[in-house]
C-alpha cells in the first residue's frame, strides 16, 4: 500500500513549480490532494508575451493540469479555484475539505506570486515600497490566512503536518531586501507555529528546495525538461539544478514519517531531506544544492 493511502492534503499554490511538484508526490504517495491556486483553464491569457517568464498573468499552467498529474502519478487530484488573500474563499475551501473528505491530514502552503514585484540588483532605499508591500502581503499574507483556516481541522484529528515553502534554510541573505524578509519569514512562520501547535503534537516546519527547475525557469533558460543541461551554458549553476518533483518527495517523505514530529519548528532542504529519507528526483539523479552551492558558489565570493 502506498505511504499516505487514505491521507487528505491540501496544496495552497499549486498551479505550477514547487507546488505542483509537491502535489504531485503526495499523490504518487497516495494522498488525495486539493490543489489551489488562481489560474484555471477559463483564464483569459493576454495577448502578446512578456520579457519576464515569470509573470503569472502569462503563464499557462493550470491547477486543473496540476490536478491530473496527481491522479496520473496515483493519486486523486481535485482542483479548487481559490485566491488565498480572499478570506472567504480560504474558509470555504477548507468547508469544502470537511464535507467530502471529514478531515486534513497535510497542508502545504506554497503561494507566492511575488515575481513581477521582485527588484534586483538595488539597496533597500532605491526599492519600490508599493511593489515590496505588494510581495509581503501575497507570500506572507496568504500563508496566514490559509493556516488560520486550515489548522483548525489538522486539530479536530488530532494529528497532521503543515509545510512552509521557503527559499533557503539558512539566516544568510538571500539578495533583495523585500524578498529576503519574506522567504525568511516563511521559516518564522513555520517555528511560531510550531509553538502553538506542540501541544496538539501537530507538526509544523519549512522546507526549501535547492535551484529549481521550475516551468518558468526552463523557459527563462531557454530549454525543455529533455535538454535541461544546455541551460549550463548561460549560467553553469543550472548544471546542479533539481525538478519540482524534488521537493515534493521531500514533503511525502516528511508526510509518511511516523516521527515528524521531532523535526517540528525546523527549516529543512530539499537536498538534506534526500541524504536522510534516500529518496531521488524523477529523472533518478540525487542533485545537492547545498554541497554544490558549498563547492562552487560560495567559496567564490
Known amino acids: 500500500m502506498k505511504p499516505l493511502h487514505g491521507k487528505v492534503a491540501v496544496v495552497a499554490g499549486a498551479t505550477r513549480g514547487a507546488g505542483r511538484g509537491i502535489a504531485s508526490m503526495l499523490g504518487e ?3 488525495t490532494v486539493y490543489c489551489t491556486g488562481r489560474s484555471t483553464r477559463n483564464k483569459v491569457i493576454p495577448e502578446g ?3 519576464n517568464s515569470f509573470v503569472v498573468a502569462y503563464r499557462r499552467e493550470t491547477i486543473e493540469e496540476t490536478a491530473e498529474m496527481v491522479t496520473a502519478y496515483g493519486g486523486v487530484g481535485i482542483p479548487v479555484q481559490t ?15 470537511k464535507a467530502e473528505q471529514g ?3 497535510i497542508l502545504v502552503n506554497d503561494v507566492w506570486g511575488g515575481d513581477e514585484f521582485q527588484e534586483w540588483g538595488k539597496p533597500f532605499w532605491e526599492l519600490d515600497i508599493h511593489k515590496g508591500f505588494a510581495m509581503r502581503e501575497r507570500a506572507i499574507n ?3 490566512i490559509t493556516s488560520r483556516y486550515g489548522v483548525p481541522l489538522l486539530i479536530e484529528g488530532k494529528q497532521g503536518l503543515v509545510v512552509e515553502i521557503t527559499d533557503g534554510e539558512t539566516a544568510s541573505y538571500r539578495g533583495s531586501f523585500f524578498y529576503d524578509i519574506v522567504k525568511t519569514t516563511i521559516i518564522r512562520l513555520a517555528y511560531a507555529m510550531s509553538e502553538d501547535l506542540r501541544p496538539h503534537r501537530i507538526t509544523a516546519l519549512a522546507v526549501t528546495p535547492g535551484f529549481l527547475r521550475s516551468e518558468a525557469m526552463l523557459e527563462n533558460f531557454g530549454v525543455t525538461e529533455a535538454n535541461w543541461r544546455d541551460g549550463a551554458k548561460k549560467d553553469p549553476h543550472f548544471i546542479a539544478s533539481e525538478t519540482p518533483f524534488f521537493v515534493g518527495r521531500a514533503v511525502a517523505s516528511l508526510a509518511a514519517d511516523p516521527n515528524v514530529f521531532s523535526k517540528t519548528g525546523k527549516a529543512f532542504s530539499s537536498w538534506g531531506l534526500s541524504d536522510e529519507y534516500h529518496f531521488k528526483d524523477i529523472n533518478g539523479e540525487q542533485p545537492h544544492w547545498g554541497r554544490y552551492f558549498a563547492e562552487h558558489v560560495e567559496g567564490k565570493m
Open 49 to 51: 508575451k512578456p520579457e
Open 83 to 97: 485566491d488565498h488573500l480572499q478570506e472567504d474563499q480560504v474558509q470555504a475551501l477548507f468547508a469544502r475539505v
Open 29 to 31: 504517495a497516495g494522498a
Open 103 to 105: 478531515k486534513l491530514d
Open 142 to 144: 496568504t500563508h496566514i
